[in-house]
Nanobody, 124 residues
């Protein structure tokens, strides 16, 4: 499956931004989907994941209550709505697809397919 993320940009602290990730290729609904981010000089970190049918979601503690992941299998798209953004949310955000068991979705090494990344910059 091919993934393409979009929606990044510059936003002030406290603001909101929505990311999208469109997929093409193999059956989208066969994959759990995740969002990861990587700040300059830091390792890639887990942000959120959503199960194949959208019935389960999982968030990093740092974004819980502020970010919402969702998906539309008919449109082959996964979304990340980010509210109450903080300067520390500044990073390149990546969408990814995996067939790993749900308990491993926070681990980037289990993801088979990655999008190209989209930059989110939060100014203070």
């Amino acid at each position: 499956v091919q993934l393409q993320a979009s929606g990044g940009g510059l936003v002030q602290a406290g603001g909101s931004l929505g990311l999208s990730c469109a997929a093409s290729g193999r059956t989208f609904s066969n994959y759990a989907l995740g969002w990861f981010r990587q700040a300059p000089g830091k390792e890639r970190e887990f942000v959120a994941a959503i199960s194949r049918n959208g019935g389960s979601t999982y968030y990093a503690d740092s974004v819980k209550g502020r970010f919402t992941i969702s998906r539309d299998n008919a449109k082959k798209t996964v979304y990340l709505q980010m509210n109450s953004l903080k300067p520390e949310d500044t990073a390149v955000y990546f969408c990814a697809a995996t067939t790993v068991i749900w308990g491993r979705v926070m681990e980037p090494l289990h993801y088979n397919y990655w999008g190209q990344g989209t930059l989110v910059t939060v100014s203070s």
